[in-house]
């Protein structure tokens, strides 16, 4: 086993620890619950960011050339997006959510990594192709947008329990553990804000690549091409619905979920034209 699968090992684990404390502390209110919860998501973060950095020192090209790679990357930044918005609205309650969604994501990488058998360091001209500034933009921003997407499918998770309590009237003890539902539809609003103008950065900085010619054949119309647009799509109708049409939260948040299942086919997806291993 590689020093960086070691690294990762234990960073599957701190996710899982961190989702199940967070998880604990929503049902039992206590304090030392959350600090360890948010200790764990801190040492996830930390541990997860060693392990991709000693991996890109391993094989020697980015982190980012296999599906499983791009999970993990994601997963990464899923984290880190996450401590970010608990360090601004205080959403401790969409810990479980997000670090169990890191904790999916690694997991299925590696997985997929597994499945694939020991992978190489790109060669030739697919080297010189992930050496490419355009192409950087290209992948880290699109798997920047994904991040933020996932953590605004975690607050629009959060929210439908929330409006699902008050709405039935069953279970309203439980509204007293959970944060303000306005607090709630703002942060995925914010992170959709965030992450449809990286989207759109890194469809750009692909075309312009395109543009210069060298790409494999049958860029336009791949999978991950199409599916790219679709995600476009489905989150700009998010803030079309929630800017211009005055859609109830309610009705946005399904629209998170539907752009959260296209966002991993996005990664997932077989593709021709985007392969970066030799």
């Given amino acids: 086993m590689s020093l960086s699968a070691a690294v990762l090992g234990l960073t599957v684990l701190c996710y899982l620890l961190g989702a199940v404390a967070h998880g604990a502390n929503l049902l039992l209110r206590r304090p030392w619950l959350l600090n360890a919860g948010r200790a764990l998501a801190v040492a996830a973060a930390l541990l997860h960011g060693t392990a991709i950095g000693l ?9 980012f050339t296999t ?4 999970l993990s990357l994601l997963g990464w930044i899923v984290c880190l997006l996450y401590l970010g918005m608990e360090a601004v609205w205080k959403l401790s309650a969409a810990g479980p959510f997000a670090l169990g969604l890191s904790f999916l994501l690694v997991l ?8 694939a058998g020991p992978s190489s360091a790109p060669q030739g001209e697919t080297a010189a192709l992930l ?16 991040g ?9 998770a959060l929210y439908l329990i929330g409006h699902h309590i008050l709405k039935s009237k069953h279970g309203l003890a439980w509204i007293k553990r959970l944060p303000p539902l306005a607090t709630v539809e ?13 989207l759109t950065l890194g469809i750009l900085s692909g075309f312009a690549r395109a543009a210069r010619g060298g790409l494999p054949p049958g860029w336009q119309t791949d999978g991950k091409t199409i599916l790219a647009y679709a995600v476009w799509a489905v989150y700009g109708a998010f803030l079309y619905a929630r800017l211009g049409a005055n859609w109830p939260p309610v009705r946005t948040a399904y629209i998170l979920i539907v752009g959260l299942a296209l966002s991993l086919l996005l990664l997932l997806v077989p593709s021709a034209a985007h392969r970066f291993t030799g």
């Fill in 67 to 70: 599906p499983a790679e791009s």
């Fill in 186 to 198: 703002s942060a995925a609003f914010t992170l959709v804000a965030i992450g449809f103008p990286l």
């Fill in 148 to 156: 933020a997407f996932a953590l605004a499918f975690c607050c629009a």
């Fill in 131 to 146: 050496a490419e500034r355009a192409i950087s933009l290209h992948i880290l921003a699109t798997v920047a947008a994904l």
């Fill in 55 to 63: 991996r890109c020192m391993e094989v020697r090209h980015a982190p």
């Fill in 108 to 115: 299925t990488g590696a997985s997929l990594a597994v499945g």
